[in-house]
């Protein structure tokens, strides 16, 4: 599976931004897709994952901010970022697994929320 991931930058805190990752490869291998993210001097963490059939799971910081969708159709996944605090600044990894379990990731893409 190899995972292309887009959207990161530069915005300003209380604005939006939307990451996308695509799969391709042996996506039949792939029962859920999602984020984790990695912030200076931390560990990383998850962010939000979809499972095939539409469960979600979130970070208890993002939800109610955070959306994350998928288009099977293009076999991508979505994650709209709303109301960005300072404290989401970090590198953002698209991963692919089974059983919510990451086994394949994606390259970084950053995310820096200025004041």
């Known amino acids: 599976v190899q995972l292309q991931a887009s959207g990161g930058g530069l915005v300003q805190a209380g604005g939006s931004l939307r990451l996308s990752c695509a799969a391709s490869?042996?996506?039949?291998?792939?029962?859920?897709m999602g984020w984790y993210r990695q912030a200076p001097g931390k560990q990383r963490e998850l962010v939000a994952a979809?499972?095939?059939?539409?469960?979600?799971r979130y970070a208890d910081s993002v939800k109610g901010r955070f959306i994350i969708s998928r288009d099977n159709a293009k076999n991508t996944v979505y994650l709209q970022m709303n109301s960005l605090k300072l404290e989401d600044t970090a590198v953002y990894y698209c991963?692919?697994?089974?059983?919510?379990?990451?086994?394949?990731w994606g390259q970084g893409t950053l995310v820096t929320v200025s004041s």
């Open positions: 490869g042996s996506i039949f291998s792939i029962s859920a």
């Open positions: 979809i499972a095939n059939f539409g469960s979600t």
């Open positions: 991963y692919s697994g089974n059983n919510w379990i990451p086994d394949y």
